[in-house]
């Protein structure tokens, strides 16, 4: 797990730790008092899957998780299943289920979180069928508190 930590962890970049987006990543990407972190879009897998793992630094996060199920977006009657699973210094946190194929359920979830100092942070991603064109994402954005 990458540690994050404003002015002691990772490149000065003019504001904060963090520069210009990179690009997706399993990290925490603190810019002054804010943070995020982008999953990236990855296909459905029946495998349990990592899509963010960090661990924070010398200050508290209060955000959002967004997670977004599985969609291809050039055959949008097609869908699946899939769970989320956020764990904090290993113990389960929060279960988030999506369903993109019945209209009756939540393609995307948000969860409000409050994240401690010095926490291990992962999001497991998994999906009912295995299908490379069916993309999942995972987004975590807020803001820092130093004290």
């Known amino acids: 797990m990458a540690p994050i930590g404003g002015p002691t962890g990772g490149g000065q970049a003019g504001f904060g730790s963090g520069g210009s987006f990179t690009g997706p990543a399993e990290a925490l990407e603190v810019i002054g008092n804010h943070a995020y972190a982008y999953a990236g879009a990855t296909g459905a897998s029946v495998t349990e899957a990592t899509s963010l793992s960090f661990t924070t630094g010398n200050y508290y996060f209060v955000g959002v998780l967004t997670v977004n199920g ?36 939540p393609s995307t979830v948000k ?17 009912e069928g295995n299908a490379a064109d069916r993309l999942t994402s995972v987004l975590l954005t807020g803001r820092i508190y130093r004290e």
């Open 70 to 105: 599985a969609c291809n977006v050039d055959d949008l009657a097609t869908g699946t299943t899939s769970g989320f699973t956020l764990k904090m210094n290993g113990a389960i946190i929060s279960i988030m289920k999506t369903d993109t194929l019945s209209e009756d359920m």
């Open 111 to 127: 969860n409000a979180v409050i994240i401690a100092p010095y926490t291990e942070v992962e999001v497991l991603t998994q999906s």
